[in-house]
């Protein structure tokens, strides 16, 4: 399994609605979101290829209220650092957002995840 799979499977125990990249508008909060933002490329002397790699996810979430965003964040950070799949770890505290053209409350988190190549 691939570990956007891995990440997938995980996020829909801690929400019904995740989507890679980005939700339909018409999708019934609250949602999460998830896309690779990056990560330590790994390269050896000998020209090895790796067994493991690392990425950098950043998770976003979408509510109709702010505590509703932020007990959602929070409860994808515990899944994210509890995880078996593949060992993962905050870069930093979530950040909230807010959208008034909607409106819709949001937190999102950066996380770098090693899994298996």
Not at 4 to 10: H, M, N, P, R, V
């Amino acid at each position: 399994m691939t570990v956007e799979a891995d990440l997938f499977t995980l996020l829909k125990t801690v929400t019904t609605r995740v989507f890679p990249d980005f939700a339909p508008v018409t999708t019934t909060r609250p949602y999460c979101t998830y896309q690779q933002i990056g990560g330590e490329a790994l390269t050896f002397i000998g020209r090895e290829v790796p067994s493991k790699k690392n990425s950098e996810f950043q998770i976003s979430v979408w509510a109709d209220t702010r505590s509703s965003a932020q007990s959602l964040i929070l409860a994808i950070e515990s899944a994210m650092t509890l995880a078996t799949v593949f060992q993962a770890k905050p870069l930093a505290a979530a950040v909230t957002d807010y959208d008034a053209d909607v409106p819709v409350y949001g937190a999102r988190q950066d996380f770098s995840v090693w899994s298996n190549r």
